[in-house]
């Protein structure tokens, strides 16, 4: 058994994270989540990678996103190949697919510096009567010309970062892209690209509302952005609205 990504000194040692973004035949959603929580996740755990957490994307109902981390790229291969290899997903797998139009748009990540990823988080509920989570999650993506660390992410921390905190966002985790060449081919991710993902905790759907409208109308926000394009930024930051799923481990 591959060793697991364990929690140390209150955060999972997710060195390696994968962002999942799955476009789903309309009405199944519901489907693929109920058996995601059911079977995938303990199952996925057990053979060595963390099951970050899983939402519905509130912008798109054909949407289901969702994260997983690694304690390394070496764990993640051989955890990946444990699992897809597997009894669970052999015995499922076909009834997971069927509600699936496209799962390879996925974002193979690293915490931009220790302790920037997600916090180990309350224990996952144990089953879906927990139900969906009272807040909401965004994520911010943003493309760039050039790994972040090369001028990005020191201008999102000296001047997006506090204006998203201005405007009421509790910052959760900061990502960037993994370099490292994709030892798992059967899983394709989106190479040749460069991303700084952020996410954002809101307790409420006004918050997380009101939050967004604020940036766009923020002559700030919008400077600052502008400013980053000679870091490498490409566009303005794509936007993911998210709810955890019941037995998400992260909720908001």
Do not use: K
């Not at 290899?85 to 748009?105: E, K, L, Y």
């Not at 201008?155 to 060449?181: D, K």
């Not at 939050?211 to 394009?229: F, I, K, T």
Request: with cysteine; aromatic share 8%.
């Amino acid at each position: 058994m591959t060793a697991p990504s364990v929690a140390v000194a209150g955060h999972w040692d997710d060195a390696v994270v994968e962002l999942r973004q799955y476009t789903l035949h309309p009405g199944t959603r519901d489907t693929l989540v109920g058996l995601f929580e059911r079977e995938f996740v303990e199952s996925q755990e057990a053979v060595g990678m963390h099951v970050i957490g899983q939402f519905h994307d509130l912008d798109r109902a054909d949407r289901f996103v969702w994260l997983r981390g690694f304690a390394s790229m070496r764990v993640r291969e051989r955890a990946l190949g444990a699992f897809y290899g597997g009894p669970v997903w052999q015995r499922h797998r076909d009834a997971a697919n069927a509600t699936m139009i496209d799962s390879d748009d996925v974002l193979l990540l690293r915490p931009v510096a220790a302790g920037s990823g997600f916090a180990a988080a309350d224990p996952r509920p144990a089953d879906t009567g927990a139900g969906m989570a009272d807040g909401s999650l965004v994520a911010g993506i943003c493309r760039l010309a050039r790994p972040a660390d090369q001028g990005f992410a020191a201008v999102f921390e000296a001047r997006l970062a506090p204006l998203l905190a201005r405007h009421g966002a509790s910052l959760r985790a900061r990502y960037m892209t993994e370099a490292a060449i994709n030892t798992f081919p059967r899983l394709p991710v989106r190479e040749g690209e460069q991303a700084f993902v952020w996410f954002a905790g809101f307790a409420s759907d006004a918050a997380r509302i009101g939050h967004l409208d604020a940036l766009a109308r923020d002559r700030q926000w919008r400077a600052a952005l502008d400013d980053a394009r000679a870091t490498g930024l490409l566009a303005p930051p794509d936007w993911l609205q998210l709810r955890a799923t019941p037995r998400s481990e992260q909720r908001r």
